[in-house]
């Protein structure tokens, strides 16, 4: 079973930053892809940026040019470096895994933009 544990969210002013990790219980290179996701009150869940093994990645279009998703290979962890936060990216960050068709979340970190 894949566990995945998300950390580093918090309270934040606009304009600030914040960085997340998502952390897998098992080598990240089996998976396809590891992807962050996000969930306002009240709204569906969207996604936010992704990476995959060959190292590609791809971000939201509220996101580009102020996330960074990478990966720390050996400490098995994927990252999401969030500049120039805005109220509307309040939501509660979730991670993903996918091995071919299985996919693997995380319980979430809260991310909170407020001044």
């Known amino acids: 079973q894949v566990q995945l544990v998300e950390s580093g969210g918090g309270l934040v002013q606009p304009g600030g930053s914040l960085k997340l990790s998502c952390a897998a219980s098992?080598?990240?290179?089996?998976?396809?892809?590891v992807g962050w996701y996000r969930q306002a009150p009240g709204k569906e869940r969207d996604f936010v940026a992704s990476?995959?093994?060959?190292?590609?990645?791809d971000y939201g279009d509220s996101v580009k040019g102020r996330f960074t998703i990478s990966r720390d290979n050996l400490k098995n962890t994927v990252y999401l470096q969030m500049i120039n936060l805005k109220p509307e990216d309040t939501a509660v960050y979730y991670c993903?895994?996918?091995?071919?068709?299985?996919?693997?979340w995380g319980q979430g970190t809260l991310v909170t933009v407020r001044g």
């Open positions: 993903r895994a996918n091995i071919l068709s299985k996919y693997f």
């Open positions: 098992q080598n990240i290179f089996n998976f396809n892809s």
């Open positions: 990476i995959n093994v060959g190292g590609r990645t």
